[in-house]
């Protein structure tokens, strides 16, 4: 947070109007602009856009989404809001994405008739490869809801269309501005879509369904009355939270392109270490490395990635993982069936993987401090 951020919520704050109003407009405006997207719709929260997006194409109890067991709950949890079965598939060993291979296996087999549609997640920023994503889509029919919560200003070549921002791909995308992503507004997200009538049944849910906003209706030429139209929920995005990512917006390439910075220096680093893996990025995308995800090569190693951890933490450096597979989880188990050993790719990246720290503000003396620990540890405890 800087000076702009803090200027921007001074101003939301006397202004008078806190709640979803004109700023929440504008940074709608300004994310639409960003990613090239005709509509664009701020929310409380990506979980509420991904709700929301698969609340708006009418999907229900019996139907069935193809998405990525290698994700945070949020891409998944929605789904039981609405009945929805999570049909997970498994990834891609390098870029830890869904599939395309492994999704046309699990429509041909003809068990999944009830698939209405693909949900792929971004991971970590590194767009899915959309060009067959969209082909399969074609091929059954089914809708594309893009999970892009770390993929706000990642991009793609794609066939005929060339390098495509994230956000103007599939029927719906769903970004989330959660304080520790791409950029932030502390909570938000936002939905585009290139379809109209699904823009504006989105606009009217995500506040209760009335067709006149507070804002609307308490201006000059504003009036009391509102109808219901639809089921609704409450989702908006207050002012104060928009005004924040309206001034991260401005700034959102400029914190990408210095962790882009940071993730080459770590790539650099720890290519020719054999007891590491670096992240593998394809050619032909814009990568906005919302995680850094290392791994370990077991065999070659005395200690397993959770040791490896612990010991980084006692240098001081903070890791997390990313992701637990959701079929390893309780919840998935109990409400779909899934078993530990179902999806072999996304476990074993999740037995080997952590996520060293990247972030704009992060100074080179603490990249280097980073790197020199790893490098440190895999050196001392190399079998
Ligand atoms: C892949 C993925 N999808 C969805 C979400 C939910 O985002 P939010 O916290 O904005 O609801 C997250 C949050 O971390 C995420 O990592």
């Known amino acids: 947070m800087g000076p702009e951020e803090e200027r921007e919520v ?47 194409l009418g999907f229900g109890p019996g139907d069935e989404v193809i998405t990525t067991p290698f994700t945070f709950t949020a891409t998944a949890e929605v789904m039981g809001y609405l009945g929805i ?29 009830r698939v209405r549609a ?20 074609r091929q059954y029919e089914l809708k594309i809801v893009e999970d892009a919560a770390h993929a706000a200003g990642a991009a793609r070549y794609l066939d005929g269309r060339g390098l495509t921002r994230i956000g103007t791909v599939g029927d719906l995308t769903c970004f989330s501005f959660y304080a520790t992503k791409n950029f932030t507004s502390a909570e938000g997200g936002m939905i585009t879509t290139a379809d109209d009538a699904l823009a504006e049944k989105i606009a009217v849910a995500s506040l209760h369904g009335m067709n006149k906003d507070a804002w609307k209706r308490y201006d000059t030429t504003g009036s009391w009355f509102y109808e219901i139209h639809d089921l609704g929920f409450k989702y908006n995005l207050s002012d104060v939270h928009a005004a924040i990512g309206l001034a991260q917006l401005r700034r959102a390439d ?94 074993d990246i999740y037995n080997r993987c952590f996520s060293l720290p990247i972030y704009a503000s992060m100074s080179d003396e603490d990249v280097a401090y980073v790197i020199e620990t790893v490098l440190s540890l895999a050196g001392e405890n190399r079998r």
């Open 10 to 56: 001074v101003e939301t704050l006397r202004s008078g109007w806190i709640t979803t109003g004109p700023k929440a407009k504008q940074f709608e405006k300004e994310f639409a602009r960003y990613v090239g997207a005709r509509n664009a719709l701020a929310v409380a929260h990506c979980t509420g856009a991904l709700h929301l997006a698969l609340w708006a």
């Open 85 to 113: 079965k999570p049909v997970f598939v498994d990834v891609d060993p390098g870029t830890f994405n869904l599939s395309p291979a492994r999704v046309e296996e699990a429509l041909e087999g003809g068990r999944h008739r």
């Open 118 to 137: 693909l949900l792929p997640v971004h991971f970590a920023g590194h767009p899915c490869d959309m060009d067959r994503l969209l082909a399969i889509a």
């Open 254 to 347: 400029q914190l990408m392109h210095r962790r882009a910075e940071i993730a080459n220096r770590y790539s650099s680093a720890f290519r020719a270490c054999e007891v590491l893996q670096i992240p593998y990025a394809e050619t032909g995308i814009e990568h906005p490395w919302h995680l850094y995800v290392l791994r370990l090569k077991p065999d070659l190693l005395r200690i397993g990635r959770g040791q490896f951890v612990e010991l980084l933490k006692e240098r001081g450096v903070g890791t997390s993982v990313h992701c637990i597979p959701l079929h390893t989880m309780h919840y998935y188990q109990r409400a779909y069936g899934y078993r530990n050993g179902d999806f072999p790719v996304a476990e």
